[in-house]
Structures are given as C-alpha cells and as structure tokens.
C-alpha cells in the first residue's frame, strides 16, 4: 500500500525524457516517489492510505528558487526611494534592529510565500550582504522556515562593504549590546553553521552564502582573495553548496587569483556587466548562474540569457526575494526572462516554454547538487509535488500544450497543492502544517518592533509617489 496518490491529474514530469502523462498518476510511498505513469498503467490492485483525484489539475515537480535574501520580507516597499541608498538602509535594519523574532518571523512568512507560490525548495542568504556577528539569526530563520514544511537551504558567509561593521544585538532585558564585525568573525561564524547546524533536519542545509565572490568594492586585492579562499575553504570541507553575488569583473578576478573557486558548486547571483572572456571561463568551469528577470540587478545592466545558453553556461532562473519591489513568484519569472531576453533580441522565439520550465525545476536542482533528490517526477527522487488548478477561465480549455498553457498563463496563485518529502503541506490552498494567521500576526509583530527601533519613519513615506520619477 503506498501512503498517498495522486491520480487523474495532466502529469508533467521535466525528466529528460520530458514525458507528459495526459491523465496519469503519481503514488508516494514515505518522503519518495514510488511509481507514476498514465492511467490506465495504474495497477488494478493498487491501494493508497489517502488517493487525491487530482482531475482538473497539472501535477508538476514542485519549483525550486535558488536565491532569495532572508530578511527581505519584512522591509519589502521600505526605502525605495531613498536618496542616500536603499543598501546603507537594509544594513542598519539587519544588523542593528533585529532579533530573534524577527528572523523566526520572516522565515516562516517568506517559506509560507514560497510554499503558495509553488516553491518547494528555497534559497535564502541571511540579510542583504550576510549578518555575520553570530548564528542566531541564521538559527531563527531556519526554525521559522522549516515549520512551514517547504526544504530550505540558507547560509552566511563574508559580507562586502568596509570593516569593521557594527552589530547591535538586542538583549531580552531591552538591554543592547554592541558588536564589532571583522572579517575573522564572518570566517569563524560561517563554519561554526555550517558544522553545527547541518544535519538538525532533513529538509534543511546550511550553505556558504557570502554577499559577494570575486573583488568586493571596499577592500583591497589581499583581502578580497582571502575572502574568496576561505569562503571555498569552508564550502569544500563541509561539502555544501558555495553561493554568492557576482557581477562584471568578478570572474575574471577569481580566475587570476583563486581559480580553484570557479566548479560547479559555486553559483553567482545576477552575473550583470561580464565580458566575453569571463562568459567563456563560465562555461569552462561549469560554474553556475542565477538570473533574476524582475530585480534590480537588471536596471544597470543586463544578464545575456541567451547567450550564455547558446555557450552552454549553466544558469537557471531565481526570484531574488522580495525587497523592495519583488515577489516569491517563480511563474512571474518565467514569463519575464521570456519577455526581457526576447526584448534583447527582436527574436520571439528565444526560450521556449519547456525550458523556461527547466530553468526553474532542474536546473536550479543541480547547481544546488539536489538534483538526483529534486527537479522532476521520477521514481526514486522525493515526493516534491504541486499541482495547479487548470480549471479557471485564464487557463481554460486545458489540456492542449499543457506545458505552454502554464508558463505562458499561469500565476503562482494558482497552485492549489504543495508536498514536500511527501509530506502535504498545502491543500486547498491553506498551509497544512503551521496556522497562516499566527505567520501574518508574528510578522506584522515584528515589522513594528524592527520600525520602533530603526526610529526613521522616512523609509516608509515616499513623497514623490505620484510623481514621475522618486
């Protein structure tokens, strides 16, 4: 007897036979897939503790988004239009307005977003540029997350800007206490996750997440090549993924200095302003991209999508988070790298749908390593499933080119269950596993407190609103 079953549901499974199941089945058996196929392979004598009849819907691998900012949730809108720099903001409030509830908080409301939207995997990276002064928030927000249900993977790492940087931990009494950050503490403090936290839960990974490979603005080449050597340090000897922000030069950089880096474990956020020469150590090294299509990575420069397919770099398709002007909407996405890289080219026949599809399921599964795990419907892999209401007017009548159907229409609200390790953690679209209105009124708990002690209500008021530019 399998322990759950899915059946008459439109299967897509993103294998790499791309099988589609027009009425098929998908049997669950603990936290893995057990069998699927079409209908009418159903065995006559197969029995299941529950069978959901999924007619009407799409049964898809569940997303996987693999760069998100833990944190974001709670000061999305705040900032955008500030003068003195949106970055110098969300550095005050992470390191010197937040506690433990607030990154409890804001991981359980980023997972609850995520898991609505379809995504069954996430990636966060602690803060803007990693909050380094000690695993605590690290430790809160995967305790939040993970209570949701959805697999998490996040991480710390070496932030960019100058040091020292100034952490203020907020005590229970109300008391402060003020700590200075330096580069030995984002090595000590990176480890130390990595080595205690791994291991505490199998849907949680504690991963290498600097805020910057390559030649961080603010230091000098020394530095910089120390911070890379020993963020690939950690990452090689704990095994976990290394994962980052990269932009023009950076590639270059590391190729000079710490060319050791450059494997298909590292993965580079944005990837905007490269040359040629670094698009072509990309595809030598293997080493992974992650584009973002609505961030405002794109604003100074474009990521060249096609281009680095065409080269055979590797690259998949991630939300960013949400701040100040995003959501955890992977279906957006994979309309908007469509829309962005078809703008580029005057071509609208660039990225197909099955592999904007690809983009947000495998390919992301295997520049994380979790693709023998996650990424499609396969016998063996977990139980890592959505399915989608085809049944609604935008998406209707359904059933032919389902895989177009989808992209091109589809919205992340319309995914209406969510299993993660086989284990259902949205049905109907209410989260199963943790009460939704106690993750909005935690959140809503600890936006004030963070706003009371940033004690600049500007960031909340933009005077130019309706305005032609702010």
């Known amino acids: 007897m399998w322990d759950l079953l899915l059946t008459n549901g439109i299967v ?3 294998d790499e036979s791309h099988r589609i199941y027009d009425k098929g089945y998908v049997a669950v058996e603990g936290n893995s897939i057990a069998a699927l196929g079409p ?15 999924c007619s009407g819907h799409a049964i898809l691998p569940g997303l996987v988004d693999a760069h998100g900012h833990g944190g974001h949730c709670l000061i999305k809108t705040l900032g955008e239009h500030l003068d003195d720099g949106w970055e110098a903001m969300a550095e005050e ?7 433990g509830e607030f990154w409890r908080a ?59 940087k100034r952490a203020r931990v907020w005590n229970k009494d109300g008391s402060t206490t003020e700590v200075e950050v330096t580069p030995e503490t984002a090595y000590r403090t990176t480890e130390e996750a990595v080595r205690t936290l791994n291991g505490k839960h199998p849907r949680m990974t504690c991963i290498v997440a600097p805020g910057r490979m390559g030649r961080r603005p603010d230091e000098d080449d020394e530095t910089n090549i120390r911070h890379n050597r020993e963020m690939f340090r950690i990452a ?8 980052s922000h990269g932009y023009g030069g950076d590639v270059l950089f590391m190729a000079d200095h710490t060319p050791e880096v450059l494997t298909p474990r590292l993965s580079l956020t944005h990837s905007t302003g490269y040359s040629q020469q670094e698009l072509e150590i990309l595809a030598r090294t293997g080493a992974y991209v992650f584009h973002g299509p609505t961030t405002h990575a794109n604003v100074a420069g474009h990521c060249p999508v096609q281009e680095m397919l065409e080269m055979g770099i590797h690259l998949a398709v991630v939300t960013d988070g949400t701040a100040p002007d995003r959501s955890f909407d992977l279906w957006r996405d994979m309309k908007n790298v469509q829309l962005f890289q078809r703008f ?8 197909p749908c099955g592999k904007a599809l690809e983009l947000v399921t495998i390919e992301p599964a295997r520049a994380l390593g979790v ?38 229409h589809a919205m992340g609200q319309d995914v209406d269950c969510v299993i993660v390790d086989g284990a259902i953690a949205m049905e109907g679209r209410k989260l199963t596993q943790i009460d939704e209105r106690k993750v909005l009124d935690d959140a809503a708990r600890a936006l004030d407190t963070m706003m009371s002690r940033l004690g600049r209500p500007e960031v909340a008021e933009n005077p130019r609103l309706y305005e032609l530019r702010q």
């Open 371 to 408: 693709d023998r795990l996650v990424g499609s419907l396969e016998v063996g892999k977990r139980a890592d499933i959505i399915t989608v209401d085809v049944e609604q007017p935008h998406l209707a009548p359904f059933g032919l080119m389902p895989v177009q159907r989808l992209v091109y």
């Open 344 to 351: 580029r080219h005057k071509d609208g026949n660039l990225i």
């Open 236 to 243: 090689s000897q704990y095994d976990v993924p290394l994962h």
């Open 106 to 164: 804001e991981g359980a409301l980023a997972a609850a977003e995520r898991l609505k939207f379809g995504t069954t995997t996430g990636v966060s990276m602690i803060g803007s540029t990693p909050r380094v002064d000690s695993i605590e928030p690290l430790t809160a927000h995967f305790e939040g997350s993970i209570a949701t249900g959805i697999r998490q993977l996040s991480g710390i790492g070496c932030p960019y800007g100058a040091f020292p």
């Open 93 to 99: 409030i992470y390191y010197r307005c937040t506690d």
């Open 39 to 53: 209908m009418e392979q159903l065995p006559q004598d197969a029995t299941a503790a529950r069978v959901m009849d």
């Open 12 to 14: 897509i499974t993103v």
